[in-house]
């Protein structure tokens, strides 16, 4: 069926890991500008699905041989873990820290228990969306 | 969270950790891992004896949902205690003969275990915690692992029946006993029992009285399978035998017991408790015994005693409520009644206990415990012979066991009951000893039953399945405990008389103590020639000549029709329940999307539309509306123009480029209003989905063209214009109604002070909103697992078809 792609495919190529480090960046910078881990998480999601488009998903699988289903899981950990872990210092549930420190390289860097919630955001957010197009996808 | 909410949860928290042991140390048999458990429980429980025999409670808080009231609260005091030893005591043994009973490489023992200890804190939760509303999700807890174990061998049909039968009777009276405690609560205005009970005389005067007894004791019946109720502990039986003996005979259905005796300080003076309690309990004694002569199966005949012998300790709970109407201690006839309901409980355990293990043991050597197969096994199984003669002498109410003395008790406090004139007890209260007499007749039938038809008669191999032969020392420790203990309670029976019975009875009869005095309860083996001496004579003679002529008369049982029987009520009420309700669904879910859509949307309408319309609340105020611009205009012309074009579309590929072209322009719509974050979501989701889209799309049937001429309906016209008005008019109202101030400002001071971030809107996600952000990607995941699920399971079912 898929006669004509050579474009998109060369172009896919090059373009994915440019989508690829605009939503890793999109994720870091969401604390300060516009971003964040839900539109960080879509746009990885969405180069994965260009991929899709361009390959089929049997290369996709063995290009990425990632189960989404525990990739959600994972990130759902991370988000609770997250929430739990401020029970440990007996604050209320979900309530951050945030501390400037000096990094090698970065120099001061605001490091942020955000992110690792944000990161569980992420996760889920690529684990779902790419389990429900792999799974009607595959659907025959 | 003291030692004591420790030693309640012990079993659950073991539970947890079980199932590691279960699978990576294969060689050593679970239960050897379970065992020191209810040991080290039954020996801390012991401890406790000294403080509860001299009238003292041990009382522990842990708050839980404080506002609500709701407190973990667990007390000791007699009764309390008095289960907790039974529950951690008989647990013991019971583990340890499951060692032996069940094969550590033919079962899953790890999902056995975890069930039996889930049940052992559950347990120990009901009878130990002083909040009802704590209470009550113990008591459930018991449902669910009794649901559990009894289908443990799930792949047997009878198991799951018996199991699904157990679990909606005993949840059904458990809401019930839900019912009841709200009631008590708005009565009280409290859940703690012991402040409860210290109003009892306004529960007493309330109109709702009657209601929340009645609420209780459906939870008590239902629990402690009372007529009619009893019907789903004989399907019980499908239970591994352990189980049987352990929850079916010594605890869970107690729990029912336990309820009556708590509540009784509250309910006992009220006369419809003792009528109920009593003649519910009366009624259970003589149906059960009398269904019991007529089983084939060894657990059948023991599930019927079973419920015979609640029956006779509910009854003369329901009895000992008499007392409360007569004053002083010193020569009151009626507290008798109680002493016994107390003494049988434990008597109760240990020789249905050993009687249950025993039956185990026929079952494991000869591979069946149907009776009619069974006979002459004395020669061949001595040991597991002398604790049957034990057990079954001693529930058939001959000395010198422990049963003698317990029924003998329960004989006098039936008779006492005469000599009462309140609640016309006088004269019809003759039913109790009479019904009690032929009860114990008949019981007295089917010990002997139970025995002799299995140990003596002729020795029939052929049917068996297995070479019989004594069972292994392991298995035969606990009966042997146990059948012991029927001796030592028979020959001294006040060795429980002050440690257990007496504070047992403070809790249930307190209103009758004054402060520092207690019940002095002494227990006699000869009383003389009373009545009740006469009465045990009568039930030897007339049983023993019933039983040599059973045969002749076994026909009367089926006089009563096969149709008219509690099972078959229970069976088609189930049936018709199930088809009823598939009927009514069918009748509106016809597995069609655009009649589910038209159903929501339609309430939709009506719901929004008529609040909008009775809160008045329509309004449309333009005064802080800013003007509108060139490119929102041109943008809104944009989304009209292409949703009204995917109403004409002829191809599906046109519609989803059409709507994907209505998403990007809303995308732009948020540029327009300087929203960054909303629009890259946007345009991603948008990206995102219209690929789903041609994904699904690839998946739908031809577009056919007799379709493309859908024909005008006018309801689907209506609720599609509805829905937009309702919409739009929500909007506007919603935009010109400020009923709060914005909490934007907030937002604004905060954002970088509290949370080190400059973009709010995903501090807000992240951190302020947190909560929100995180059952949003909960359901999220929820949604991809059910999609998943949803499809992968249907090609699975595909391809067995």
């Known amino acids: 069926m898929r006669t004509n792609d050579l474009i998109l495919q060369t172009v896919t190529k090059v373009i994915l890991f440019i989508i690829l480090l605009f939503s890793i960046h999109l994720f870091f910078a969401g604390h300060y500008y516009p971003g964040g881990g839900f539109i960080g998480g879509l746009m990885t999601a969405g180069a994965l699905v260009l991929l899709l488009l361009a390959f089929d998903m049997k290369t996709v699988a063995n290009i990425l041989p990632v189960n989404y289903r525990i990739m959600t899981a994972i990130g759902l950990l991370f988000s609770i873990g997250t929430g739990a872990g401020s029970l440990l210092f007996n604050v209320p549930f979900l309530t951050h820290a945030f501390n400037?420190?000096?990094?090698?390289?970065?120099?001061?860097?605001?490091?942020?228990?955000?992110?690792?919630?944000?990161?569980?955001?992420?996760?889920v957010v690529i684990g779902v969306t790419m389990t429900i197009i792999q799974t009607i996808g595959e659907d025959e | 969270m003291s030692l004591l909410h420790l030693a309640i949860v012990s079993p659950l928290l073991l539970a947890v950790i079980i199932p590691i042991f279960s699978k990576s140390i294969r060689q050593i048999h679970t239960g050897w891992f379970v065992l020191p458990l209810p040991v080290v429980l039954f020996s801390y429980f012991l401890s406790f004896i000294s403080t509860t025999s001299h009238q003292g409670t041990v009382y522990e808080s842990f708050e839980w949902i404080p506002s609500l009231g709701i407190n973990f609260a667990a007390k000791i005091d007699g009764?309390?205690?008095?289960?907790?030893?039974?529950?951690?005591?008989?647990?013991?043994?019971?583990?340890?003969?499951?060692?032996?009973?069940?094969?550590?490489?033919?079962?899953?023992?790890?999902?056995?275990?975890?069930?039996?200890?889930?049940?052992?804190?559950?347990?120990l939760g009901v009878v130990l915690s002083d909040n009802l509303i704590v209470m009550y999700g113990f008591w459930e807890l018991t449902s669910i692992s009794s649901f559990l174990l009894i289908g443990y061998w799930y792949h047997r049909e009878k198991s799951r029946y018996g199991a699904q039968k157990s679990m909606l009777i005993t949840v059904f009276g458990g809401l019930a006993m839900l019912g009841g405690i709200i009631l008590l609560y708005i009565m009280t205005g409290s859940f703690s029992i012991s402040e409860i009970v210290a109003q009892s005389d306004i529960v007493l005067e309330h109109t709702l009285l009657i209601p929340a007894i009645l609420c209780f004791l459906l939870g008590a019946f239902t629990k402690s399978a009372q007529f009619p109720f009893h019907i789903w502990l004989p399907d019980a039986m499908e239970a591994p035998t352990p189980v049987s003996a352990y929850l079916h005979s010594a605890t869970m259905v107690k729990a029912g017991i336990y309820l009556v005796a708590r509540m009784s300080p509250v309910f006992a003076e009220s006369p419809v408790w003792l009528w109920l309690v009593g003649g519910f309990g009366i009624v259970t004694l003589f149906w059960g015994s009398f269904s019991a002569v007529k089983q084939t199966d060894l657990k059948s005949i023991l599930a019927f005693s079973t419920v015979s012998q609640l029956g006779l300790i509910m009854s003369l709970l329901g009895v000992g409520a008499a007392a409360l109407h007569y004053d002083g201690i010193d020569d009151n006839v009626f507290t008798v009644a109680t002493t016994a309901a107390v003494f049988h409980l434990i008597n109760h355990a240990t020789?249905?206990?050993?009687?249950?293990?025993?039956?185990?043991?026929?079952?494991?050597?000869?591979?069946?415990?149907?009776?009619?197969?069974?006979?002459?096994?004395?020669?061949?199984?001595?040991?597991?012979?002398?604790?049957?003669?034990?057990?079954?002498?001693?529930?058939?109410?001959?000395?010198?066991?422990?049963?003698?003395?317990?029924?003998?008790?329960?004989?006098?406090?039936?008779?006492?009951?005469?000599?009462?004139?309140?609640?016309?007890?006088?004269?019809?209260?003759?039913?109790?000893?009479?019904?009690?007499?032929?009860?114990?007749?008949?019981?007295?039938?089917?010990?002997?039953?139970?025995?002799?038809?299995?140990?003596t008669g002729k020795y029939k191999p052929e049917g068996l399945k297995k070479k019989p032969h004594e069972a292994p020392?392991?298995?035969?420790i606990s009966p042997v405990v146990l059948g012991s203990l029927v001796i030592i309670f028979g020959l001294f029976p006040n060795i429980l008389s002050h440690n257990l019975i007496s504070p047992a009875m403070a809790s249930i009869l307190p209103s009758l103590l004054s402060p520092g005095d207690i019940f002095d309860v002494h227990i006699y083996f000869w009383h003389g020639p009373t009545p009740e001496l006469f009465m045990t004579i009568g039930v030897v003679i007339l049983g023993i000549l019933l039983y040599l002529t059973l045969p002749k008369w076994e026909k009367a049982y089926h006089l009563l029709p096969e149709k008219l029987t509690l099972n078959k009520i229970y069976d088609r009420g189930l049936e018709s329940i199930q088809s009823g309700s598939f009927k009514l669904t069918r009748f509106y879910m016809n597995g069609y999307i655009r009649t589910y859509l038209v159903y929501i949307f339609a309430f939709?309408?009506?719901?929004?539309?008529?609040?909008?319309?009775?809160?008045?609340?329509?309004?449309?105020?333009?005064?802080?509306?800013?003007?509108?611009?060139?490119?929102?205009?041109?943008?809104?012309?944009?989304?009209?123009?292409?949703?009204?074009?995917?109403?004409?579309?002829?191809?599906?590929?046109?519609?989803?480029?059409?709507?994907?072209?209505?998403?990007?322009?809303?995308?732009?719509?948020?540029?327009?209003?300087?929203?960054?974050?909303?629009?890259?979501?946007?345009?991603?989701?948008?990206?995102?989905?219209?690929?789903?889209?041609?994904?699904?799309?690839?998946?739908?049937?031809?577009?056919?063209?007799?379709?493309?001429?859908?024909?005008?309906?006018?309801?689907?016209?209506?609720?599609?214009?509805?829905?937009?008005?309702?919409?739009?008019?929500?909007?506007?109202?919603?935009?010109?109604?400020?009923?709060?101030?914005?909490?934007?400002?907030?937002?604004?001071?905060?954002?970088?002070?509290?949370?080190?971030?400059?973009n709010m809107v995903n501090v807000i996600l992240v951190d302020f909103r947190g909560f929100d952000t995180l059952f949003e990607i909960c359901v999220l995941a929820i949604a991809s697992l059910g999609i998943f699920a949803m499809i992968k399971l249907r090609l699975t079912r595909g391809k067995e078809g």
């Open chain 2, 604 to 758: 939709f309408i009506l719901i929004l539309g008529y609040t909008l319309y009775t809160k008045d609340a329509f309004v449309i105020d333009t005064t802080n509306v800013s003007s509108i611009g060139f490119y929102e205009i041109v943008l809104s012309l944009l989304i009209v123009v292409a949703t009204i074009t995917i109403l004409f579309a002829k191809s599906r590929l046109t519609s989803i480029i059409l709507l994907g072209a209505v998403g990007y322009t809303v995308a732009l719509f948020f540029v327009v209003f300087r929203a960054p974050d909303l629009a890259l979501t946007q345009l991603v989701i948008e990206t995102v989905s219209v690929a789903l889209f041609l994904l699904c799309f690839y998946h739908l049937p031809k577009f056919k063209k007799e379709e493309s001429k859908i024909p005008f309906k006018l309801t689907n016209a209506l609720i599609s214009i509805g829905v937009g008005a309702i919409v739009t008019a929500i909007a506007l109202s919603a935009n010109s109604t400020k009923l709060f101030d914005s909490i934007s400002q907030f937002y604004v001071d905060n954002t970088y002070i509290r949370a080190a971030g400059k």
């Open chain 2, 473 to 476: 020392l392991g298995m035969l």
């Open chain 1, 100 to 123: 400037d420190v000096y990094l090698p390289i970065l120099g001061k860097t605001s490091l942020h228990t955000a992110v690792l919630f944000d990161i569980g955001v992420y996760l």
């Open chain 2, 79 to 123: 009764l309390g205690l008095l289960f907790a030893l039974l529950i951690s005591g008989i647990g013991a043994l019971v583990v340890l003969y499951s060692i032996y009973y069940l094969a550590k490489d033919k079962e899953q023992l790890g999902n056995f275990y975890v069930y039996l200890l889930l049940f052992m804190g559950a347990m």
């Open chain 2, 351 to 455: 020789f249905k206990g050993s009687l249950f293990m025993v039956v185990g043991i026929v079952d494991h050597e000869t591979g069946t415990r149907d009776i009619r197969k069974l006979g002459g096994l004395m020669h061949l199984m001595p040991v597991t012979f002398t604790l049957a003669i034990i057990g079954a002498f001693s529930m058939a109410g001959l000395p010198p066991f422990n049963g003698f003395l317990s029924k003998e008790m329960f004989f006098t406090g039936m008779v006492n009951i005469l000599k009462l004139d309140l609640f016309s007890l006088s004269t019809w209260g003759l039913l109790f000893p009479v019904l009690a007499w032929i009860a114990s007749v008949f019981t007295f039938i089917y010990s002997m039953k139970l025995v002799f038809r299995t140990f």
